[in-house]
Every structure is written in C-alpha cells, then in structure tokens.
C-alpha cells in the first residue's frame, strides 16, 4: 500500500501554486520539474526559451530565484546559458551565486569504486553512471530489470566506506550522496542571505530527492509544490505557471 508521507499530507490541500510576488523567494528543481525526464541525463530537452524565462522571473522577484538540483553543476550552468543565476547543484554539496564563480570541486568519493561502477555498466547494458564531485546517479530507465541489483551495490559502497554516504531513490534511478549534504539545508542557507531572507520560500520539485527541500520550506513557513500533485507531473504546467505569473506572452508551453 502507498502512503503520503507526514510532508505530503501537510500540503496535500495546496494543489494550486501561489501568484507569486516580492514577498516571494522561489526555488526550482530541474529534471521533472524545469524539463521533461529523459532516459538519460545527457537527453534532456531544454526549451530555448526557458532561460530567459527564469531570467525575467529573476527580475520580477528581485532576484529571489535559484535552481535546486542533484546535476552538477556545469550541466546546470550549460543548459540554463544565458541566465546567470543562484545555482544549488549536487544536492547542495555545490553553490553557485548569481554574479559569481563557484569554487572548484574536488571529488569525494573513492577512486576504488570506478571498477565496480564501470563493471555494473558492462553486466547491465542501458544503465548509466552519472559521475559528479559529491555524488553519484546509477540511471536505469533503459534497463528496469536492474534497479535491484543497482539498489545493492550503492548500498555496497557504502558500507564498504567509512561512512558519510546515503542512498536515495530517485525516478528510475538512484543516488550515493553525501549524507551531510541535502536541498533542504542548502535552501535554509540560502533563505538566511539577501535577497532571499524575510520572505516566503516556495520550492518546486518532483521527486524522493526533493523531500527533505519540501520539509524545510514548510518549516519556515512556505509552500512545497509537488509537480506530481501540483501540476499533473508536468513540467510544461510548471513552466506555465512562471510565465503566467510575469506575464510572458508568445511562448509555447509545451
């Protein structure tokens, strides 16, 4: 049987966004929230006009705006071009402030694990190692019949470290994060800072790994949209609600 978590039944009645104001600080996931879920990370369609989109939504929240996502942080900056923009990448093990250059990310987890990761690939063909600084995805979107043996060899890694890593389920994938490292902690951060601090946090997401976001957000007093719920699991809604909310005419949705 499914149940709603304690977060999800919280918000279960906010099944419509806010209209958005200064009053507003707005954080956004990426994959399945932003852009459609592609079979890969590297497949993802990003609409043309989406950056200037969360440019002009930047601009309207006195820049009150950052993506929040598990992708590194170059995938972000890469797809989102030209905007420059608050950017949390790697679960928040990775900021990046509008303005500003990030710091250079040294890798965390063991070079030891590249055989194993690259023989997981070979034994099951379609799935995908998503490698980052902080982080790891395991993808199997292509090849279903491993999300077991997927599941068992993160946890592997782990246990066979000294510890300071998680596993999360994610859609048709799973991450080894960094267990110090999460979306919630990294939107508190950020709402402590100008221009985010004394207004109401409002996070978009889809996903497992956007829970403990959810959490945070409804402890401050904010709202958690669920794409799922929010939005029938579609991004193009998403994607219209911003441009409802500023008003941006001429674009397709879809």
Same mark, same amino acid.
């Given at each position: 049987?499914?149940?709603q978590s304690p977060s999800e039944q919280a918000s279960a009645a906010r099944r419509k966004p806010?209209?958005?104001?200064l009053r507003h600080a707005l954080f956004l996931d990426f994959d399945g929230t932003l852009v459609?879920?592609?079979?890969?990370?590297?497949?993802?369609?990003?609409?043309?006009?989406?950056?200037?989109?969360?440019?002009?939504?930047?601009?309207?929240?006195?820049?009150?705006?950052?993506?929040?996502?598990?992708?590194?942080?170059?995938?972000?900056?890469?797809?989102? !071009?030209?905007? /420059?923009?608050?950017?949390?990448?790697?679960?928040? *093990? +990775?900021?990046?402030?509008? %303005?500003?250059?990030?710091? @250079?990310?040294?890798?965390?987890?063991?070079?030891?694990?590249?055989?194993?990761?690259?023989?997981?690939?070979?034994?099951?063909?379609?799935?995908?190692?998503?490698?980052?600084?902080?982080?790891?995805?395991?993808?199997?979107?292509?090849?279903?019949?491993?999300?077991?043996?997927?599941?068992?060899?993160?946890?592997?890694?782990?246990?066979?470290?000294?510890?300071?890593?998680?596993?999360?389920?994610?859609?048709?994938?799973?991450?080894?994060?960094?267990?110090?490292?999460?979306?919630?902690?990294?939107?508190?951060?950020?709402?402590?800072?100008?221009?985010?601090?004394?207004?109401?946090?409002?996070? !978009?997401?889809? /996903?497992?790994?956007?829970?403990?976001?959810?959490? *945070? +957000?409804?402890?401050?007093? %904010?709202?958690?949209?669920? @794409?799922?719920?929010?939005?029938?699991?579609?991004?193009?809604?998403?994607?219209?609600?911003?441009?409802?909310?500023?008003?941006?005419?001429?674009?397709?949705?879809?």
């Amino acid at each position: 049987m499914v149940t709603q978590s304690p977060s999800e039944q919280a918000s279960a009645a906010r099944r419509k966004p806010p209209r958005l104001s200064l009053r507003h600080a707005l954080f956004l996931d990426f994959d399945g929230t932003l852009v459609d879920i592609a079979e890969s990370p590297s497949a993802v369609t990003v609409p043309d006009w989406l950056p200037a989109l969360l440019m002009r939504m930047q601009i309207f929240l006195g820049g009150a705006v950052a993506v929040v996502s598990g992708r590194p942080l170059a995938d972000l900056v890469s797809y989102l !071009a030209p905007a /420059d923009m608050d950017f949390v990448a790697e679960h928040g *093990a +990775v900021m990046k402030r509008r %303005g500003k250059s990030a710091a @250079v990310q040294e890798s965390v987890w063991p070079q030891s694990w590249h055989a194993r990761l690259g023989q997981f690939t070979a034994d099951y063909p379609g799935t995908v190692i998503e490698q980052k600084s902080s982080s790891i995805a395991l993808h199997f979107r292509r090849a279903p019949e491993a999300r077991d043996a997927a599941f068992q060899l993160l946890n592997s890694l782990v246990r066979d470290t000294a510890g300071g890593f998680e596993v999360l389920p994610a859609k048709m994938a799973y991450e080894l994060k960094l267990a110090s490292m999460s979306k919630g902690k990294a939107i508190t951060a950020l709402m402590a800072e100008e221009p985010y601090r004394r207004r109401i946090p409002v996070f !978009a997401g889809d /996903d497992v790994t956007d829970e403990d976001g959810f959490t *945070a +957000v409804e402890a401050m007093g %904010g709202i958690a949209l669920r @794409v799922d719920s929010t939005f029938g699991g579609q991004p193009q809604r998403v994607r219209a609600w911003l441009a409802g909310e500023i008003g941006m005419q001429g674009v397709a949705v879809a």
